[in-house]
């Protein structure tokens, strides 16, 4: 079954750091680029982030650009998102998310795996 | 940046009927849209991708069109498990991003 994993979130206060992780199985993870989406409470998605198959190319949205670090190892099947300096509105359900063509180079594509979210929680 | 537009905000339907979501980019995004469908408490389902390609899975009642800026998600018979938030995405240039969703509920 293809499925996508995440986990480390929880409740950090402002300017706190966590490290988030998504474990990917049933499918060949370094065909495929990948993406951190997340949704806060009640509202709509919003891309965070994308990574090429080889990680020599990564995005970010501007909303995160200079705090969070995506990363990957295609040995352990793994996607990383590496959050500092976090701020109240980055409240919300983060998702990893598969694209849906293969390809070695950077895609920017569809999503077509979803995982079940981490909720990350900015608060004093 | 590319901004998603999606209408209406609300779409109330009664079961059997044909619903017709409109998706709007500020920019020419070719056919590079996609659809996803959300339900409470769960993550996104792709449902269409190249604007009219329906994904893995995906009944044919669920059919979209359209290319440029204009799109259209139709939805040709309700089902009671069609009434969720649907949302579109440009993927043409970067930063992809997201329509802020329409939710379809029952009449």
């Known amino acids: 079954e293809v499925q996508l994993v995440e986990s480390g979130g929880g409740l950090v206060k402002p300017g706190g750091s966590l490290r988030l992780s998504c474990a990917a199985s049933?499918?060949?993870?370094?065909?495929?680029?990948m993406n951190w989406v997340r949704q806060a409470p009640g509202k709509g998605l919003e891309w965070v982030s994308s990574?090429?198959?080889?990680?020599?190319?990564?995005y970010y949205a501007d909303s995160v650009k200079g705090r969070f670090t995506i990363s990957r190892d295609n040995a352990g099947n793994s996607l990383f998102l590496q959050m500092n300096g976090l701020r109240a509105e980055d409240t919300a359900l983060y998702y990893c998310a598969r694209v849906v063509t293969q390809d070695t180079a950077m895609v920017i594509d569809a999503f077509d795996i979803w995982g079940q979210g981490t909720m990350v929680t900015v608060s004093s | 940046e590319i901004v998603m537009t999606q209408s209406p905000v609300t779409l109330s339907v009664s079961p059997g009927e044909r619903a017709t979501l409109a998706c709007r980019a500020s920019?020419?995004?070719?056919?590079?849209l996609a659809w996803y469908q959300q339900k409470p408490g769960q993550a996104p389902r792709l449902l269409i991708y190249?604007?009219?390609i329906r994904a893995t899975g995906i009944p044919a009642r669920f059919s979209g069109s359209g290319s440029g800026t204009e799109f259209t998600l139709t939805i040709s018979s309700l089902q009671s498990e069609d009434f969720a938030v649907y949302y579109c995405?440009?993927?043409?240039?970067?930063?992809?991003?997201f329509g802020p969703g329409t939710k379809v509920d029952i009449k």
């Open positions: 990574i090429s198959t080889s990680s020599s190319s990564v």
């Open positions: 995405q440009q993927y043409n240039n970067w930063p992809t991003g």
């Open positions: 920019q020419s995004v070719g056919i590079s």
């Open positions: 190249l604007a009219s």
């Open positions: 049933g499918f060949t993870f370094d065909y495929y680029t």
